[in-house]
């Protein structure tokens, strides 16, 4: 179709975030940015949660094409979405900015794209949600001090805290803050701009840095065929929306986990900081998850390879 | 034909009774789960999942066994003062709506239960366990439902006929 | 179709199917599927498994079986007969004594059950023959079981705070504390009502006429033991850190086995009897969810649920008013549908406007629930009513029993008014138990 010719298309995205969340923000972010590219021939209807599809039905939702787009992490696909796992490793990148370095020259964004392919999903971009790690009612300076203790996690975090010889407890989200005022679990692994948000300053005296994942990803994603209906000049227009709102996030990112670390401040949570030992003892502690997962498929593979590459090129040990 | 209808009632009302006994199953897993994690502190890998399997299968194995004896809840301000024939209507009219969702329910969920299947499609927690047992359970409802809305609207519809083998059940029923 | 003919053509035909008496279920599910098939297309009608595999899933969910499994033991357990029997030794020769006493053994079984038939059968089975033997008023001996009946969704566990809690993302847990107070509220204004009633015409509730000797009424006193223990056992495992408010519902089941154990009536048949109404009426309770959360998906994607949200917000009016409102049409919707379609129809529409407008979620929460209660004692669909019904001698019509509960529906209001304007009531115990 021509350029100022063509007919508009009005794309329907599911957000697991609420509007006020920074991913809410991030997400009309990106619903703007593809507006403004296309000159509003491209209309992205942004749905917040609940309202079309719950997050655990979301993937299948995308790839029928019940919905058109979602934003929202992966992690609860990662039953048959393998790969999602690989941007989950804990300790892997140490900030946004190797993130970026990971998707952008070290191919993992093709590599996610090809895993997503398989389901009839385009993976647009990544999203940079903040630092994401233990958020505890009792010190953790080593590994050992993890022992045994109850965490709630699910997914590849209740993974983690398993090969962390932690307790994972899998319990609702939304009764997460009680059980841990109560005493029911000891910590959890959360992102920590929520001990501001969800007031787990209340709850937890110490958050442990660096955080298990720095920061955590999630996507930007949209059905196969609802993608390749668009002109090709507007599908490079979403692409770039995509990466602008991941660019986006990978500056503001930094400053969101700052603002949780001055709360943490405010309210008497202690920051622990891990040494360097300590770190690369946890590190250790999750290797079999790393290795278990490169052999996993193909793409795992790659993914699980460059990034213990880059990071040995970063004087990081790794095997 | 009463015979046929007859074989669905109580094939939907044997299925609802055997199957309620997984309530007492589900309050014996979470019950394991809390007196290990409190008492032990071994937290179980499998409860939680195994929890909502149950569950799946308690919510939707007892819609056919609900529908036996009318038991979903309605507004009845008018209906309760319904003739049994306008009440034979409704019960017809009823069947149409369940016949058409459940028609969603067969053919989309039906295909992503075969997706789940071919694929091997795996939850998320670490034991990653196959989806479709549990996916399966919305399909078999879907047919366990429509099974019984149309045995109530044949039911209606033979009554309405003035079928005499159905007329005297209608009339004790309203 | 333009979104506003589409939202009365679709609210008018939801009416219509309610109105001729199609199950509440069936209908939202059915009009939820032809409605997506027409604005969405085909590809839209994944959503009917999606929401129903989702809903059956729901972790947070899992509490509905085992909070009914519970009451229907309960019921069972013979543990009415024991109560009533303290309440008549102790409190017969108060002025109103045997309904204050039906009161607050309605509280004592809504503290152990999450929905409201356990107490209203129970006294209605119990307490009500005697009240009636004793020439209590009509009136006053049904309104007090019908109404005392309903504080089970307010006093915890409450199956329609959970319901309350899994859409509207509040916490389960905080609900459940936001409503001891507003209960205890109730029941004492009850309480009082009755007790000044009787102050004024003796005649409502003449006292008992048998006299039992100390040592008789110590002697029936075990009686309350047992239920006392079971309210401790669900409530303090929630809140000594045992466990979740989901998970307390499998350990309230099974203390209520042990009761029924106890109380020697743990037998098959009753056993089986109770897993079996369990299965009924979960499944009830699940396919209303399904319907209904199918039909809000629906009015979200066809926008109908902006146009709602951009309109009530566009009024020029006072956050106040429109909150008001909002418990007008619930009072009037609780006329005619049950409290689990209610809340599932309402919430996706009213809790984004109610935070919009600064309210407390939490807090509108609690609103709700009181709400609710006047909905299972409100004609002509009042759950409690038809439950009475069922089980009260023929010699009382369902005329009577809806004039009984006139005074009750007034004094429920009352205390809506009272939360409303005192949020504390409901908010100051989840603040001081879970906060700090
Ligand atoms: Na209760
Ligand atoms: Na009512």
Partial sequence: PRYGLAKTYKLKLQCVYPEKAYMGQTTKFFAKRVEELTNGKVKIKVFWPGQLVRTKEAFDALSKGMIDAYSGSMLYFAGYVPEVNCEWLPFGWANPGEAREMYEKRGWLDLMRAATDRHGVRYIAPLCVTSMGLITKFPVHCVADLKGRKIRAVGMEAKIMDALGAAPVAIAGAEQYMALKRGTVEGTDYPFYTIGKYKFYEVCKYIVRPALHTPGIIEILMNKQAYGSLPGDYQAAVDRAGWEAFLRTVKLSPTWDEKAFKTCKEKNVTIIDLNEKAVANFRKATLPLWNKLEKRNPITGKLVTRLKAYLKEKGVQID | ?174 | ?436
């Fill in chain 3, 1 to 436: 179709m333009e979104v506003s003919t589409l939202t009365i053509t679709v609210f008018g035909l939801l009416v219509l199917l309610l109105c001729i008496g199609v199950p509440i279920s069936f209908a939202l599910c059915g009009i939820a599927t032809v409605g997506i098939f027409f604005i969405w297309g085909p590809k839209g009608l994944y959503l009917m498994f999606n929401t129903a595999y989702g809903e059956a899933t729901n972790f947070l969910l899992l509490a509905i079986p085992l909070f009914v499994f519970m009451a229907n033991m309960l019921k069972f357990s013979g543990m009415g007969d024991q109560l009533y029997e303290v309440v008549y030794r102790w409190m017969g020769r108060v002025p109103g004594g045997l309904a204050i006493g039906t009161v607050v053994i309605c509280a004592l079984f809504a503290a152990m059950a999450g929905i409201s038939s356990v107490a209203t059968i129970s006294m209605g089975l119990i307490a009500l023959p005697s009240m009636m033997k004793r020439n209590y008023e009509k009136n006053l001996a049904i309104g007090s079981i019908a109404a005392g009946g309903a504080l089970g969704i307010l006093i915890p566990p409450s199956i329609i705070m959970i319901l309350y809690g899994a859409v509207a993302e509040v916490s389960i847990g905080k609900l459940f504390i936001g409503g001891i107070i507003p209960g205890i509220v109730l029941c004492l204004i009850f309480i009082v009502y009755i007790f000044f009633r009787v102050l004024i015409n003796r005649d409502v509730a003449p006292p008992v006429q048998d006299r039992y000797s100390f040592r008789q009424k110590l002697r029936v006193l075990g009686g309350v033991i047992l239920p006392i223990l079971l309210v401790f056992l669900v409530l303090g495992v929630i809140y000594g850190g045992v466990c979740t408010p989901t998970e307390a519902s499998a350990v309230g089941a099974f203390g209520a086995i042990i009761c029924a154990l106890v109380y020697r009536k743990l037998t098959w048949s009753n056993l089986k009897t109770a897993l079996w109404d369990t299965m009924k009426l979960n499944a009830m309770v699940f396919w209303i969810i399904i319907g209904a959360l199918s039909f809000s998906h629906f009015l979200a994607y066809a926008e109908i649920q902006d146009l709602i949200h951009e309109t009530i917000l566009a009024l020029e009016v006072s956050p106040w008013l429109i909150l008001i409102s909002m418990q007008f049409v619930f009072f009037i919707l609780g006329m005619f549908l049950d409290p689990a379609g209610i809340i599932m129809l309402t919430t996706p529409i009213f809790v984004p406007i109610v935070t919009s407008l600064g309210f407390d979620p939490l807090w509108f929460g609690i609103l709700f629930v009181i709400n609710m209660e006047m909905a299972y004692i409100t004609p002509p669909f009042g759950f409690n009513l038809f439950i009475l019904k069922g089980v009260v001698p023929p010699s009382i019509s369902m005329t009577d029993i809806y004039r009984s509960i006139i005074p009750f529906v007034l004094l429920q209001a009352f205390c809506l008014i009272l939360v409303m304007v005192f949020p504390e009531l409901a908010l100051w115990l989840p603040e001081k138990m879970i906060t700090r």
């Fill in chain 2, 1 to 174: 034909m009463k015979k046929i209808l007859d074989f669905i009632d109580g094939m939907n009302i044997w299925i609802g009774q055997v199957f309620s006994f997984l309530i007492l199953i589900l309050m014996f897993v979470i019950m394991y789960e809390v007196i290990g994690r409190y008492f032990f502190n071994a937290p179980t890998r499998w409860s939680n999942e195994i929890s909502q399997y149950l569950l799946a299968c308690v919510a939707m194995l007892g819609a056919g066994y609900c529908l036996v004896h009318d038991d979903h809840v309605r507004v009845d301000i008018l209906h309760r003062n319904f003739g049994p024939q306008t009440r034979a209507l409704v019960d017809i009219l009823t069947f149409l709506l369940v016949l058409i969702f459940v028609t969603a329910i067969l053919w989309k969920g039906g295909e992503l239960c075969w997706d789940a299947l071919i694929h091997n499609k795996k939850s998320m927690t670490i034991l990653e366990l196959p989806l479709f047992p549990s996916m399966v359970m919305v399909p078999i409802a879907g047919c366990l439902l429509g099974l019984q809305g149309l045995a109530r609207a044949l039911r209606a519809f033979f009554f309405l006929t003035g079928d005499p083998e159905f007329i005297g059940e209608k009339e004790i029923e309203a």
